[in-house]
């Protein structure tokens, strides 16, 4: 098996809410159904999808990898639709911050040290 590609789908809790925090986040939203929609950020890729289990949801965790963490700060902070955020943090491999977005879902924002 070869592998191309992986593409994960996010539950929501409220589908309109989670598609707004995905754009103001830097994602940019291309209607696929309506219970489906694709989000893209430079050559990354996620579905949001019209489904909610709050047992999924609370363990859900995406890691987002960006080239500039504090610029990624700035833009998360700004969300209207973010449930909390936590400062950047320097860990011995890079930097990384946590935001949780509306249906209780883990994102962890990391920019590594090369």
């Not at 589908?15 to 103001?24: D, H, R």
């Not at 963490?69 to 955020?85: G, M, N, P, W």
């Amino acid at each position: 098996m070869n592998v191309t590609d992986i593409k994960v789908f996010v539950p929501s809790k409220d589908y309109e809410i989670s598609k707004s925090f995905y754009a103001e986040i830097g994602f940019k939203r291309e209607f696929v159904t309506d219970d489906l929609t694709l989000f893209q950020n430079g050559s990354s890729f996620l579905y949001l999808q019209r489904f909610y289990n709050q047992e999924l949801a609370d363990n859900f965790m995406l890691q987002i990898c960006v080239s500039d963490i504090e610029e990624a700060f700035d833009v998360c902070s700004s969300s209207e639709h973010k449930t909390r955020i936590t400062p950047i943090e320097q860990e011995a491999w890079g930097k990384v911050f946590y935001l949780w977005g509306p249906a209780g879902e883990l994102l962890h924002i990391t920019e590594f040290d090369l």
